[in-house]
């Protein structure tokens, strides 16, 4: 049996990260590490942090309010968006995707962004900080795991430490806004009270491999729109802290590459 670990001093809160996800039930999977080179807002100043991102996982399906969770669900299957077999889901993608840059490329104008909060975990180590995990709508309706990793997972060069903000959690706010030509649109807007808090996302992730020693990048799933998806030409999100009076924000355009078929 899986057995909990000691974070920040408070036993049973966050499983320990040695119980993430690695490999397969066919053997393990090698993947190419992502150095990411973040900053630590410590309220009083900032600290380096180099993190090594050896697994990426994206959460999908994290709504509290189970009966707003399952009408989304009828919704989008009337889209040809497959439902899930459990809830939440994790998907697995290449850690190459993972990246804070300011500006992706795709190849198709029916994708978008979604504002989520991202875990940075290693060992007992837990960071937030907040990103996009940008999806192409068309063929999400074929294949989720594929929509998702045609496209980078952007996220901000700023981050907290866990420890600052668990004991209100549920009182930071998401925010996204989309631009498309000169009109600017709060597409996203919630507190995290609406979606499952990281001690029950990490409860959740399946336990497979050794990963004590692993850095995880944890997409937690996004909050719900205003109006339906908006294909943007880019997207500006932010996660606010009302309690400690700071937001870390994130921003970037989207550039659609042409094709020539």
């Not at 490999?23 to 590490?33: A, C, L, Q, S, V």
């Not at 029950?200 to 719900?224: H, N, Q, Y």
Request: hydrophobic share 35%.
């Amino acid at each position: 049996m899986p057995t909990r670990s000691t974070i920040h001093g408070k036993r049973g809160i966050l499983p320990s990260i040695s119980e993430g996800v690695e490999g397969t039930r066919k053997g393990k999977i090698m993947i190419t590490p992502k150095v990411l080179n973040l900053k630590i807002n410590l309220r009083k100043g900032f600290r380096d942090l180099v993190f090594t991102a050896d697994h990426l996982v994206c959460s999908g399906w994290v709504g509290r309010n189970r009966e707003a969770l399952q009408a989304h669900i009828d919704e989008l299957a009337k889209l040809g968006v497959p439902g899930p077999t459990r809830i939440p889901i994790f998907m697995n993608f290449s850690t190459y995707l993972v990246t804070t840059d300011d500006e992706i490329t795709i190849i198709s104008d029916q994708s978008s962004g979604e504002v989520e909060y991202v875990l940075l975990c290693k060992g007992e180590e837990i960071w937030v900080t907040v990103g996009s995990d940008h999806t192409d709508r068309d063929i999400e309706s074929k294949s989720i795991p594929g929509s998702k990793q045609m496209y980078a997972k952007g996220l901000a060069s700023e981050c907290w430490l866990y420890s600052d903000v668990e004991n209100h959690w549920d009182r930071l706010v998401l925010r996204c806004w989309v631009q498309k030509g000169i009109e600017r649109t709060l597409y996203q807007e919630d507190p995290l009270s609406s979606i499952l808090a990281p001690p029950e996302l990490l409860e959740k992730m399946p336990k497979e491999g050794d990963m004590k020693k692993k850095g995880i990048v944890l997409f937690s799933g996004t909050i719900a729109t205003k109006s339906g998806f908006i294909y943007g030409d880019a997207y500006e999100m932010e996660m606010e802290d009302p309690v400690l009076g700071r937001k870390i924000r994130y921003h970037y355009k989207v550039n659609i590459l042409p094709q020539y078929m």
